[in-house]
């Protein structure tokens, strides 16, 4: 039972564990504040979810919505990518919702507000017994493809000139580089990333509904970001285990502490206060940018 | 003539910041700008370099007419810039902003999962290079600090390093020794007089006096004009500048 919960804290670090890696390299290395990474999220657990239903294999549905993530970023990213940082947050945030609206309203496709249930999980009838050792161990291993894939990523000249983009844009096309091409890329990265995660989410759960794709999960991952250490993918993995411990542990803090409140309720005030504190004493997070690995 | 601009205007709401200027600059020359402080030098740079669109004009760079690119197009075409205020990526190392500056564009995607041999024989070619020009300035030994953590005048000669990396036909240099101390200053100069015979260069600057022993070509702007232009020889005589900068 405890064994049983415990795996399920893990899984969730996983799956959360990816969405900061993805926001990492748009928003921590390329300085692109993207506030609507619950849409693809969401893209991505939609589109697995409505073609499994359809008797898809597992896989096709990952890829398809990793593929449709990819579209809705470009779509995104075209109009907004050359305005200033605020209107890029304001258009993200606003698609996201857009995207929950529209799931929300097209009952005939997503069951509305009821959600949808019975989304077949992938292998169910081989590791019946263990199925959640298994699926966490899917998760860790799309966890440790996107991680080492991230890495890959920031060490390339590609990821050295989007740091170099964070720092000044301006000065980055001094050298003939077409900034704009990279930030596309690194956001349609992003992208494709989150909707992994949206895929396993969504099929660890076997049921979405609208309602778990507020804006609410962006502002976690970043917390995630800010808190576990901006630019450096293993500090965000732990600022991912950070945040899910502590939004659980609270669940179970009233058993043990006599407190005039519900702690879990205060949580939210808590995770507030403490990202103010690593704003303004720790911006750089648990653990800070490393250097460069120099060759490849 | 490597490049030539024509009759430039650029207006900010009611003010002309510049009103007609013309300007040419002979391959391999170090040419000068020179004025008091508002008179339009560093908006004629942004102009030449595709930062700010001019209202009214003709740039030519190599003969090709460059009035509508975009700075990284302009920048493709072997024209590089520094700015006034010293702009290096300050999170990078001092070889990585080095290797950022390649023209080279070695950045593909494609290329950093299917084709690494070419990318990281591409990679150890600008280190060479890149080690070479920091060996050039002397601030190699700061290969690996962070650029934050380097002095104002290391700064600067960092960012002209950057833009001799870019390798580029001509080099828009925007006040290279503001606040530099009067030797380094000679240095960053003589540096510059070094690159001559590879490059051509167009240098901004505020202190008149500098400009004198190094450039080729001097011309003098005014209230969004170019009010004269000679040799150091026939600038230091001309009234007109000694009015501006002497009676104002």
């Known amino acids: ?296 | 003539m490597i490049l030539q601009v024509q009759d430039v205007e650029k207006s900010f709401g009611g003010i002309k910041a510049l009103d007609g200027v013309s300007l040419s600059v002979g391959e391999n020359t170090i040419a000068g700008l020179i004025g008091p402080n508002g008179s339009g030098k560093t908006t004629l740079i942004n102009v030449i370099s595709g930062f700010l669109r001019q209202d009214k004009g003709r740039i030519c760079f190599e003969g090709k007419d460059i009035s509508s690119l975009l700075p990284f197009e302009i920048a493709r075409l072997g024209m590089c810039r520094t700015f006034q205020l010293t702009r290096i990526f300050r999170g990078l190392t001092v070889l990585e902003n080095m290797l950022v500056s390649s023209n080279m564009q070695n950045e593909g995607l494609c290329q950093l999962f299917f084709n690494r041999k070419k990318m990281i024989m591409q990679e150890k070619a600008d280190e060479l290079a890149a080690g070479e020009i920091l060996e050039f300035l002397e601030i190699d030994h700061l290969k690996y600090e962070y650029a934050n953590a380097l002095s104002g005048g290391q700064q600067k000669l960092l960012s002209l390093g950057m833009a001799l990396m870019a390798d580029p036909g001509m080099v828009l240099l925007d006040e290279p020794v503001a606040g530099v101390n009067p030797t380094l200053a000679n240095k960053i100069f003589e540096k510059v007089m070094l690159e001559k015979e590879k490059r051509t260069f167009l240098v901004v600057e505020h202190n008149i006096d500098i400009l004198m022993d190094f450039c080729d070509m001097i011309y003098v702007m005014n209230k969004g004009k170019i009010v004269a232009s000679g040799t150091p020889g026939e600038i230091q005589d001309n009234e007109t500048v000694i009015d501006i900068y002497l009676g104002g």
């Open chain 1, 1 to 296: 039972m405890i064994f049983d919960y415990l795996l399920d804290t893990f899984i969730y670090i996983g799956i959360y564990a990816i969405l900061a890696i993805s926001l990492n390299l748009e928003a921590g290395y390329t300085r692109l504040m993207n506030f609507g990474k619950v849409a693809f999220f969401a893209i991505g657990a939609y589109t697995s979810t409505l073609l499994s239903i359809a008797g898809v294999p597992f896989i096709i549905g990952l890829i398809a919505g990793i593929i449709l993530s990819a579209l809705l970023g470009l779509l995104v990213a075209l109009p907004t990518l050359r305005l200033r940082a605020d209107y890029l947050a304001i258009v993200t945030l606003a698609s996201g919702e857009i995207l929950r609206l529209v799931f929300l309203n097209e009952q005939w496709l997503t069951e509305g507000p009821m959600g949808i249930r019975g989304i077949p999980q992938p292998m169910y009838t081989v590791f019946m017994d263990n199925y959640m050792i298994f699926y966490a161990l899917l998760v860790y291993g799309l966890l440790l493809i996107c991680y080492i894939f991230a890495e890959k990523i920031i060490d390339s000249p590609f990821g050295r000139t989007l740091k170099a983009i964070r720092d000044d844009e301006d000065a980055v096309q001094v050298f003939g580089k077409n900034t704009f091409d990279f930030k596309i890329k690194v956001f349609i990265i992003g992208s494709c990333m989150a909707s992994i995660s949206g895929t396993l989410f969504a099929h660890y759960l076997a049921f979405i509904s609208p309602d778990m794709f507020f804006p609410s999960v962006t502002f976690s991952v970043w917390t995630m970001m800010v808190i576990g250490g901006t630019s450096n993918n293993f500090g965000v993995i732990m600022g991912a285990v950070m945040i899910q411990v502590f939004e659980r542990g609270t669940r179970f803090l009233k058993d043990f502490v006599e407190l005039p409140v519900e702690p879990y309720n205060l949580r939210i005030i808590a995770i507030g206060l403490l990202l103010i504190l690593f704003i303004l004493y720790k911006p750089e997070g648990i653990i800070k940018e490393r250097k460069s690995k120099g060759r490849l």
